[in-house]
């Protein structure tokens, strides 16, 4: 076991430093976080949940060749990691209209977005992670050219098999938000895939099955990550 210190303790997560200045170790914390920050439960078992299904997620893409900050899971709740050097951004990918597309661009819930919408967004708190293009990322140098056109990309390449693994288990993935960083030169998913960081609706009901269910003040959050969970196949207890 790796000897751990406390590095950045985010909204729901907090990330470690290890006696190895390559590895970090990221803890899912029992919180669901809502406007940015200024609102939050505690829910038992989700910190839990949010790590194996995302370590599930990851090694599949790994195994797709996608390249992840994933090294093994640490603890139930707990994940060991490469130490990216973290580009500022999320990368969003929109298969159907949600969100704040929706309000945006005054699109019906649910509308096929074809081909699906690639966005970008500043990862700044105080400033509400502002909406931000290539040129923007170039100009204010917050991302290498080159590095930026591969994870543009990366990020169509992931889509294609997570909407496909999804779909095969009677879920649409809507939207979903990636963060890629450095490690030694290349560039590398990192951050994690669970559903405080994607949409997901039902094929047949179309119920949300992610942290819309918090947004929206509904019941049943822990039930729908358990479901998305076992539909995958993760054991979690």
């Not at 093994?72 to 949600?98: F, G, Q, T």
């Not at 967004?121 to 502002?130: E, I, Q, S, T, V």
């Not at 609706?201 to 949300?208: E, F, S």
Request: proline share 3%; hydrophobic share 45%.
């Amino acid at each position: 076991m790796q000897k751990k210190y406390e590095l950045y303790r985010g909204k729901v997560k907090t990330v470690y430093i290890t006696d190895n200045p390559d590895l970090l170790i990221i803890e899912f914390r029992n919180i669901v976080s809502a406007l940015d920050g200024n609102r939050f439960e505690y829910f038992d078992r989700k910190g839990m949940i949010n790590n194996k299904l995302n370590y599930f997620v990851m090694s599949m893409l790994e195994k797709a060749g996608i390249l992840t900050h994933i090294e093994a899971l640490y603890s139930k709740n707990e994940i060991l990691v490469k130490n990216l050097d973290m580009i500022p951004l999320e990368c969003v990918i929109r298969n159907r209209a949600a969100g704040s597309l929706v309000k945006r661009f005054s699109l019906v819930e649910g509308e096929v977005l074809d081909p699906p919408i690639f966005e970008m967004f500043l990862k700044n708190d105080a400033k509400h992670d502002p909406l931000v293009n290539e040129s923007h990322c170039e100009t204010l140098n917050l991302v290498n050219v080159n590095h930026l056109s591969y994870i543009k990309s990366l990020s169509f390449k992931i889509n294609h098999l997570l909407s496909r693994l999804f779909n095969n288990i009677g879920l649409i993935l809507v939207d979903f938000k990636l963060e890629f960083g450095i490690f030694h030169g290349t560039v590398v998913l990192g951050d994690e895939f669970s559903p405080d960081s994607a949409r997901l609706w039902d094929k047949i009901t179309l119920n949300k099955m992610d942290k819309d269910i918090y947004r929206y003040g509904l019941s049943g959050l822990i039930a729908a990550y358990e479901d998305v969970a076992n539909r995958l196949g993760v054991i979690l207890d």
